[in-house]
């Protein structure tokens, strides 16, 4: 670990305990590991991996600046313990912003509200099922203004906006709006529904509709997902041109079933001119922060004659 990321642990640590004791709005200092023991089949060859899954460390906190006015922000770090390097931090979500009862106005590094929009439909996020593999808009991007309308009833708008000088934007203004209704933890409301819509962000214009909801004990969601490739660097001249690429559909269906401490669930997901990926799993929970997990993945992509298999046994403990 180099000098800034012991000097960030130290710090995130000792304000941590210095907040608690003399401040009325403490920062929370969060995070998890999920670690998998796997084997992966990909290309025709086979490996076994002890790997990180999206483990993390944060910072967050919220602090009244007036009756109606609070600042709020977030500085979250993936922490990779599979990587072979000791420098194993990367950025994820990092904002500051401000809310009322004008909703809520942040800026920095942040999900897109398309990504935001899926709610918690992709049952096997994170890991080797992870909708990612096979459809575009999970972007998280450097230099955004994210605006999210207050709840009515039930109804929230959101709309962000990915600046042209960031890396991934290609030189272009970028926007991802979404229209969400419901809980997506389904505790406060058995359904949750949006539809989102990215314009130029990362080169393409991505359109997405998802659904979830508790029917008979089951958890059911589905996904419908339109892509087009809008912009493309090339690298030989430095340039970014236009592109005027074919729009493809693409689809997910995920339900799981609980029985007292155990989840059993499965996913099923398919892109056209891409591929398909279909996955099985089981979550154990031990205690409210931890669980034990096990999944097969089974993913095949068009022109390619081996599919990619994963097998994994694992455990995740949030704290």
Excluded at 13 to 41: C, E, M, R
Excluded at 48 to 67: D, M, P, Y
Excluded at 123 to 142: P, T, V, W
Excluded at 261 to 284: P, R
Aim: proline share 1%.
């Amino acid at each position: 670990m180099n000098v800034f990321c012991k000097t960030l642990l130290a710090s995130a640590l000792a304000t941590a305990t210095l907040a608690s004791a003399h401040a009325a709005d403490p920062l929370t200092v969060y995070g998890k590991l999920n670690i998998t023991a796997q084997s992966n089949d990909v290309n025709g060859e086979t490996e076994t991996t002890i790997q990180s899954n999206a483990s993390r460390f944060g910072v967050k906190g919220a602090f009244e600046l007036s009756s109606s006015l609070e600042a709020f922000y977030t500085i979250e770090y993936e922490v990779d313990t599979g990587d072979d390097v000791k420098e194993n931090f990367k950025a994820r979500n990092q904002f500051v912003g401000l809310r009322g009862g004008f909703g809520s106005i942040a800026v920095g590094r942040n999900d897109t509200m398309l990504k935001k929009s899926q709610g918690k439909v992709d049952l096997f996020n994170d890991l080797s099922g992870d909708i990612k593999k096979l459809f575009k808009g999970e972007n998280r991007i450097a230099q955004t203004a994210t605006y999210i309308t207050p709840s009515m009833s039930g109804f929230k708008f959101g709309v962000t906006y990915a600046a042209s000088g960031d890396d991934d934007q290609l030189t272009q203004d970028g926007y991802s709006l979404a229209a969400m209704y419901g809980d997506k933890g389904l505790k406060k409301s058995p359904v949750y529904a949006s539809i989102a819509y990215d314009s130029d962000v990362k080169g393409y214009e991505v359109a997405r509709a998802t659904v979830q909801g508790k029917i008979a004990g089951f958890k059911l969601g589905a996904m419908y997902q339109q892509e087009e490739k809008v912009y493309v660097y090339d690298k030989e001249n430095d340039v970014v041109n236009s592109f005027d690429g074919d729009s493809y559909t693409g689809y997910l269906l995920s339900a799981a079933y609980t029985i007292d401490a155990l989840i059993l669930k499965t996913q099923y997901q398919d892109m056209e001119n891409k591929g398909d990926s279909w996955s099985v799993g089981a979550d154990y929970k031990l205690g409210k922060p931890t669980k034990l997990m096990a999944f097969y993945t089974n993913r095949s992509y068009e022109k390619v004659e081996n599919d990619d298999k994963f097998l994994g046994l694992g455990i995740e403990h949030k704290f």
